[in-house]
């Protein structure tokens, strides 16, 4: 578990269930993210399976689920990202309308970027934005990132910004 000052990033499990059913569905994340074609418990079960779980074995990191030290509402995920398409890790973040513009997610992207120089010696990671994401651009601005290349991820997807460490 990843610890901030007002935030617990921990392991999806199948619970999380609804919590990524509502998370995927929102307007924004298919705007920015992609649809992952998940609209049913089930469907959301799977992804936390296939995608996150599998991902915590095979490289000991994934997305998290952020939740509110304070009462435990769960805000979003965050974490590192390893992509067969790319040669580093990459940040990975999304959080529900009601959580946004309130801190937590650079909270949780620095709670992230920490735990994988600290626990895992990554030291160099990559961020992917949708064109247009002003309010991502500008935390990883924050964070020292800027745009060095376009690239597409998949043969469908659009292209995406590559952001990478100022040095």
Do not use: W
Not at 89 to 113: H, K, N, S, T
């Amino acid at each position: 578990m990843i610890r901030t000052d007002r935030l617990h990033l921990r392991e999806l499990d199948p619970s999380d269930a609804p919590f990524i059913l509502e998370l995927l569905n929102d307007p924004d994340f298919h705007r920015f993210i992609g649809d992952r074609g998940v609209r049913d418990l089930a469907g959301a079960e799977q992804y936390i399976q296939q995608g996150p779980r599998v991902s915590y074995g095979r490289h000991g990191f994934g997305l998290y689920l952020v939740a509110r030290k304070s009462d435990g509402a769960k805000l979003g995920i965050c974490g590192l990202v390893k992509r067969e398409t790319l040669t580093h890790v990459d940040i990975g973040y999304a959080f529900l309308p009601a959580y946004r513009g309130q801190g937590y997610a650079l909270e949780a992207v620095r709670g992230a970027l920490k735990d994988g120089l600290e626990r895992l010696g990554i030291d160099y990671v990559v961020a992917i934005v949708s064109p247009g994401n002003q309010s991502s651009l500008a935390l990883l601005a924050k964070l020292g990132m800027e745009e060095t290349a376009r690239i597409r991820l998949g043969e469908d997807s659009d292209k995406c910004l590559l952001l990478e460490p100022v040095c």
